[in-house]
């Protein structure tokens, strides 16, 4: 070992930095956190059940998170300059642009129009097939659409259209209420969307890792509703 030589260190901040309070070793990076405070630990806790609590007296789920974390920040578990740098900007502006292009397909028709034609295009199919143009067009509109948003606009189409085709009606729904949580090749669903930024992925990573288990999701889901509901 030779002055001016250089060492790559793994390991928590604290460890690093203590190395570097001696005489023998500079630290050249900057933490990137103060390391966790496990004093603050319970209160942090008792603002998150808090918040979760509340969501069970009717209050939406968002503004009872949102109370747990503003008065985690009153009570001192972080700075509001920490919560400011701790918000995926970019997760926000994705979903905030597909909730109006979800409400602008709902309300134009746009996506009814869609499922209508399929539909059409499927009815005189095997059964089978019938049952996974449902499942693709959950799948679909679950994409750029909340999954509440693509079952109440399926499911009463799926309903009507069930008795005409020699078909449950019940596995129809259940089917439509399956698939609208099949969101796996994009980061368009909430869920997708907060890992994106601190994992480093992007769109193309979402189709290769989701592609297949999209696929394997409907053709399950369509073959055990068809064998429960069809045969």
Same mark, same amino acid.
């Given at each position: 070992?030779?002055?001016?030589?250089? #060492? *790559?260190?793994?390991?928590?901040?604290?460890?690093?930095?203590?190395?570097?309070?001696?005489? %023998?070793?500079?630290?050249?990076?900057?933490?990137?956190?103060?390391?966790?405070?496990?004093?603050?630990?319970? #209160?942090?806790?008792?603002?998150?059940?808090?918040?979760?609590?509340?969501?069970?007296?009717?209050?939406?789920?968002?503004?009872?998170? /949102?109370? =747990?974390?503003?008065?985690?920040?009153?009570?001192?578990?972080?700075?509001?300059? %920490?919560?400011?740098?701790?918000?995926?900007?970019? +997760?926000?502006?994705?979903?905030?642009?597909?909730?109006?292009?979800?409400i602008a397909m709902d309300?134009?028709?746009?996506?009814?129009?869609?499922?209508?034609?399929?539909?059409?295009? /499927?009815?005189?199919?095997?059964?089978?097939?019938?049952?996974?143009?449902?499942?693709?067009?959950?799948?679909?509109?679950?994409?750029?659409?909340?999954?509440?948003?693509?079952?109440? /606009?399926? *499911?009463? /189409?799926?309903?009507?259209?069930?008795?005409?085709?020699? !078909?449950?009606?019940?596995?129809? @729904?259940?089917?439509?209420?399956?698939?609208?949580?099949?969101? #796996?090749?994009?980061?368009?669903?909430?869920?997708?969307?907060?890992?994106?930024?601190? =994992?480093?992925?992007?769109? @193309?990573?979402?189709?290769?890792?989701?592609?297949?288990?999209?696929? !394997?999701?409907?053709?399950?889901? +369509?073959?055990?509703?068809?064998?429960?509901?069809?045969?």
């Amino acid at each position: 070992m030779n002055p001016g030589d250089t #060492f *790559v260190v793994f390991g928590p901040w604290e460890m690093i930095n203590h190395i570097g309070q001696g005489p %023998e070793f500079v630290v050249s990076s900057t933490p990137k956190d103060k390391g966790v405070d496990s004093a603050k630990g319970p #209160f942090a806790l008792l603002c998150l059940a808090g918040g979760i609590a509340l969501t069970f007296t009717g209050i939406p789920i968002s503004l009872g998170l /949102l109370t =747990g974390a503003i008065v985690m920040i009153l009570g001192r578990v972080l700075t509001i300059d %920490e919560a400011y740098r701790a918000i995926d900007w970019r +997760t926000v502006f994705l979903l905030a642009g597909l909730i109006p292009l979800g409400i602008a397909m709902d309300q134009t028709g746009t996506a009814a129009f869609l499922a209508d034609g399929m539909m059409s295009l /499927l009815a005189t199919t095997h059964p089978f097939l019938i049952l996974l143009g449902i499942a693709v067009l959950a799948t679909f509109f679950s994409l750029f659409m909340s999954n509440v948003a693509a079952t109440v /606009l399926l *499911v009463p /189409l799926a309903i009507i259209i069930g008795p005409s085709v020699g !078909l449950d009606p019940r596995g129809l @729904a259940l089917l439509v209420a399956v698939c609208a949580s099949n969101s #796996f090749i994009l980061p368009t669903h909430q869920v997708n969307a907060f890992l994106m930024t601190p =994992g480093g992925y992007r769109s @193309a990573d979402y189709l290769r890792a989701g592609g297949g288990m999209t696929i !394997l999701f409907l053709f399950i889901s +369509t073959g055990l509703v068809y064998i429960l509901f069809a045969l």
